[in-house]
């Protein structure tokens, strides 16, 4: 994954704190922060509507992202949204700079495949998915946008893990299977 995937343009902000944050959103813009990489963190906004749109991806936060700043360019995961309680409204987002060596530990979706393939589902089995996403410890440059599990083959009472998944090397789990 060393292509970055999704571009995002923002802001650099001047001012900080609760008061000020509440007016950025008035404007329809979401503060945040970039952090990380041994570097000063850098308060930016990023319009709401751009980011809901990015946000509506369930693969965004095993994504890398090129945060485009003041012309320049910033490469970033992103790491946490903060949500109204009650609204759900975006209320600010934190990015991770990144480097080239950097490691990561992060979610990443998982994907079922060749379902009609699946002799179990076919004599009226059920899938039972006990993990939607799954924990991993990568470099930056090799975090798969999802792992593939393939259903082909498999009869009722199969199970498929981790093991059986093909995942680079360098990339580590905490599971075992």
Do not use: W
């Amino acid at each position: 994954m060393n292509e970055v995937k999704v571009k995002i343009h923002a802001e650099k902000r001047l001012k900080t704190g609760t008061g000020n944050s509440r007016d950025f959103r008035s404007k329809k813009l979401i503060p945040g922060i970039i952090y990380g990489d041994k570097k000063e963190p850098i308060p930016i906004s990023l319009n709401e509507k751009e980011l809901k749109l990015q946000l509506s991806d369930s693969g965004f936060f095993s994504k890398q992202c090129e945060i485009t700043v003041n012309n320049e360019n910033f490469k970033v995961l992103p790491k946490d949204v903060q949500l109204h309680p009650v609204k759900e409204n975006i209320l600010h987002i934190d990015f991770l700079r990144v480097g080239e060596n950097t490691t990561v530990t992060l979610f990443v979706p998982v994907k079922f495949i060749n379902e009609n393939e699946c002799e179990g589902l076919r004599q009226g089995g059920v899938l039972n998915i006990v993990r939607h996403e799954v924990e991993l410890k990568t470099p930056v440059s090799k975090i798969p946008e999802f792992l593939e599990a393939n259903l082909s083959g498999l009869e009722i009472g199969d199970s498929i893990h981790i093991s059986s998944i093909n995942l680079d090397e360098s990339v580590k789990t905490n599971y075992s299977g």
